[in-house]
Structure formats: C-alpha cells, structure tokens
C-alpha cells in the first residue's frame, strides 16, 4: 500500500520560510518521480515543482528562485523548502508520486498523492 504524508505545513508571515516534508512507503522511493502541487480556495490544483529519479528539479514560474525541491533516497522523502513566501503561496500542498519520465507538471500524470498540508502566509 503505497502511503505520502506531508508534514511542515502551518502559518508564516509574510517573508518567511517553510520546509515542508513528504514520506514515501510502499513504493519503489528511487525509481520514482516526485512533485509538489498546492490547491488554493476556490483554485485547482496547481503545479509547484518535482523532481525526477534522477534529481533533475522542474518549477513553476511563481515559484522559482524561492522554492527548492530536493529528495533523500536514503530516508525515502522529499522536501519543498520555501522562502520569501507571500499570501499567494497560502494553499494546502500535496505530494504526488509518480513513474512515467514526462509531464510533471500535469497532476493527472501523478498516480499517488497524499493528503495535503495547509501551509497559511499572512499579510
């Protein structure tokens, strides 16, 4: 039973940082392909970054240079870490899993997800 919890989230002022945190069980950790997406009120889902099986890290536009993706294949996890976060970042995040070397950025090519942690910037 493949598992994703996300862990990290919480509230951060305008500015601030966050790392967020995905564990992966039950599946293939090293061979997988990792994303982020987040989900704001009244928003679909969107892409944030992922990161292939071999560390090749792809962004969005409203997040680079801010945000950076990176994996342990020793623990099994990925980790989002966010800096100078805005309002805008305010959503809840999902790690996704996936096995097919195309389309990150298309959550429909994801084939696990977790279930999401709330991540709050206030102004």
């Known amino acids: 039973q493949v598992q994703l919890v996300e862990s990290g989230g919480g509230v951060v002022q305008t500015g601030g940082s966050l790392s967020l945190s995905c564990a992966a069980s039950g599946v293939s950790f090293s061979t997988s392909h990792m994303g982020w997406f987040r989900q704001a009120p009244g928003k679909n889902r969107a892409f944030v970054a992922a990161?292939?099986?071999?560390?090749?890290?792809y962004y969005a536009n409203a997040v680079e240079g801010r945000f950076t993706i990176s994996r342990d294949n020793t623990k099994n996890t990925v980790t989002l870490q966010m800096n100078s976060l805005t309002p805008e970042d305010t959503a809840v995040y999902y790690c996704a899993a996936k096995f097919v070397h195309r389309d990150y950025g298309e959550a429909a090519a994801y084939d696990y997800w977790g279930q999401g942690t709330q991540v709050t910037v206030s102004s």
């Open positions: 990161i292939s099986w071999s560390d090749r890290t």
